[in-house]
T-cell receptor, first 113, second 113 residues
Framework: DTEVTQTPKHLVMGMTNKKSLKCEQH?????MYWYKQKAKKPPELMFV???????INESVPSRFSPECPNSSLLNLHLHALQPEDSALYLC????????????FGSGTRLTVV | RKEVEQDPGPFNVPEGATVAFNCTYS??????FFWYRQDCRKEPKLLMS???SGNEDGRFTAQLNRASQYISLLIRDSKLSDSATYLC??????????????FGKGTKLSVKP
């Protein structure tokens, strides 16, 4: 299994809603990541988990809350989002954090209304 | 100076042409380098890692120039299916954080019949 699976693929949520994005990989990768990508922009790093511990938080607002229940799963909990948070949210994984390319999931396209 | 810079293009080339992209990076401590391909509304897919000695995969050749802090991607005999956005990515000790893969804005390639 060489895939990173993300659910849902599309999500529309109101500004008062609480929702979660899910990401799963079974490649034995020990690092997992959340990226945010707006149209015609590069992916921007949000969070890095290494060995199930949060190692990088790129000054992301607290309305985004990551969680790593185990080495295969990564969640992103969303609460009180703003319309400008609408974007493609990409999960990725890699064998380690320094010298390895990342494998990305197909993303969740989020629209906040 | 931005951390990772690319010419956004677009590069419009005929089938069979050779096209080259460059990408510059600002952190001389960066250790690993990658080229990704991203199709419209899809996730980035790892195309090649870039090594100091250079590497080749079929029609694709990647080079690293540490002294000048740039990486390049050469595509020979371009195909219609090569049309995509090509993102360079650099992993280094940005902001004191290792395991921080930074992407360039991408170069859009359009191969015409």
């Amino acid at each position: 299994d060489t895939e990173v699976t993300q659910t849902p693929k599309h999500l529309v949520m109101g500004m008062t809603n609480k929702k979660s994005l899910k990401c799963e990989q079974h490649m034995g990768h020990r690092a997992m990541y959340w990226y945010k990508q707006k149209a015609k922009k590069p992916p921007e790093l949000m969070f890095v988990y290494s060995y199930e511990k949060l190692s990088i938080n790129e000054s992301v607002p607290s309305r985004f809350s990551p969680e790593c229940p185990n080495s295969s799963l990564l969640n992103l909990h969303l609460h009180a989002l703003q319309p400008e948070d609408s974007a493609l949210y990409l999960c990725a994984s890699s064998q380690g954090t320094e010298f390895y390319g990342y494998t990305f999931g197909s993303g969740t396209r989020l629209t906040v209304v | 100076r931005k951390e990772v810079e690319q010419d956004p293009g677009p590069f419009n080339v005929p089938e069979g042409a050779t096209v080259a992209f460059n990408c510059t990076y600002s952190n001389s401590a960066s250790q690993s380098f990658f080229w990704y391909r991203q199709d419209c509304r899809k996730e980035p897919k790892l195309l090649m890692s870039v090594y100091s000695s250079g590497n080749e995969d079929g029609r694709f050749t990647a080079q690293l120039n540490r002294a000048s802090q740039y990486i390049s991607l050469l595509i020979r005999d371009s195909k219609l299916s090569d049309s995509a956005t090509y993102l360079c990515a650099v992993n280094g000790n940005y902001g004191g954080s290792q395991g921080n893969l930074i992407f360039g804005k991408g170069t859009k390639l359009s191969v015409k019949p």
